[in-house]
């Protein structure tokens, strides 16, 4: 797959999850033109760099489910278009379809982690969350993947009142200033868990439930400019923060 100057330029930003969402708008787009083989390379592509696939970032479209019924034509493998299929019936949320196509992936992929991700996002969508994580935890058996330490740690979370922030933590570290990272912050404060006191910016922010998290995700070129007129350097602010939870790691990783 080439890559085109709108995802070249993503990449420059550092904002993986950007980058993924881009692939996965791209798929969609795909399959609304019956070009299931470059859907197919796309959701591929995305997921290898998203850690959180949700709709922020207006990536999703409508009408996929119309698309993947019956098809005319393939233009991939038939494992390839289960895939596709699956995909475009999970966000359409046709959930028992999109079970019935991601089972007929797995049967030809079993060593592939991305049909169980996908398989656990179903049966999330189900509210199935014990299903879920099994298959999450399936796929981090073939690739440990920060997608699927992410949906483990916010699913136990916020679906099973179960301990997540391990999988948060780790998930996190990849990039410390995200939406993933916000959900750690969220998840600590509520469990009474704080980074020790200091000066640094966005442990600031972490200790009160990662409130800019989400601003400064999307802002990842600029400098942080106080109230006071006075800036700070992002990436110094990112690295003190990443430091911090490093030190800090014996906080999140007690089950």
């Avoid at 795909?30 to 995305?46: R, T, V």
């Avoid at 999109?98 to 991305?114: F, G, Q």
Wanted: with cysteine; charged share 30%.
């Amino acid at each position: 797959m080439e890559l085109d100057i709108e995802i070249i330029n993503l990449l420059k930003t550092g904002n993986l999850d950007a980058v993924g969402k881009c692939h996965l708008r791209k798929a969609n787009e795909h399959i609304l033109q019956g070009e299931f083989n470059s859907a197919y390379e796309n959701i591929i592509k995305g997921y290898e760099f998203i850690t959180c696939d949700c709709f922020l970032g207006n990536w999703l479209k409508k009408g996929l489910n119309k698309m993947v019924g019956e098809p005319l034509r393939l233009d991939c493998e038939t494992y390839q278009f289960h895939l596709v299929q699956a995909f475009a019936y999970w966000l359409s949320k046709e959930f028992e379809a999109a079970l019935i196509s991601i089972n007929k992936y797995i049967e030809v992929k079993s060593d592939e982690e991305i049909g169980y991700y996908l398989k656990g996002r179903i049966y999330s969508g189900m509210e199935n969350f014990l299903e879920a994580i099994e298959c999450y935890s399936k796929g981090l058996l073939i690739k440990r993947t920060n997608k699927a330490l992410y949906r483990i740690g916010r699913t136990k979370e916020e679906c099973l009142n179960e301990n997540g922030l391990p999988e948060l933590y780790e998930a996190s570290l990849d990039n410390v200033i995200s939406h993933c990272s916000g959900r750690l912050a969220e998840n600590s404060v509520k469990r009474g868990i704080f980074l020790p006191n200091d000066d640094a910016f966005f442990s600031k922010s972490f200790n009160d439930s990662g409130s800019l998290f989400f601003v400064y995700c999307e802002r990842t070129e600029e400098n942080i400019k106080l109230k006071d007129g006075s800036e700070l350097n992002f990436l110094q602010e990112k690295a003190r923060l990443l430091y911090s939870l490093i030190e800090n790691r014996d906080l999140f990783l007690i089950d």
